[in-house]
């Protein structure tokens, strides 16, 4: 685990993951910054994503963060919110190279 990022960092890259979700799982009429930090992604209350969705963002981790959920329990917890997957990021991403 890496070390807890400030609360910039988190927020920058809760920023970028609403970006991510809106291009990944073609999020229609939705922009960014229509989407709150701790709107829940999956269900009726959220952006009603199902699980073609997660499988999106499952691929779009992988991509620009080289992080991995396999645990589809802990999958549920990290998916909640633009926000939870932004930390489970910061919590999980490999360190800096160099």
Known sequence: MNAPADDAELDRLTQEIKRLLVSSCAIEDTVPEDIGDDTPLFGD???????????????????????DVKDMQRGQLVFRSPRTIAQYVLENRPPPKG
Do not use: F, T
């Open 45 to 67: 209350q959220g952006l009603g994503l199902d699980s073609l969705d997660a499988v999106e963002i499952v691929v779009m981790l992988q991509r620009q963060y080289s992080v």
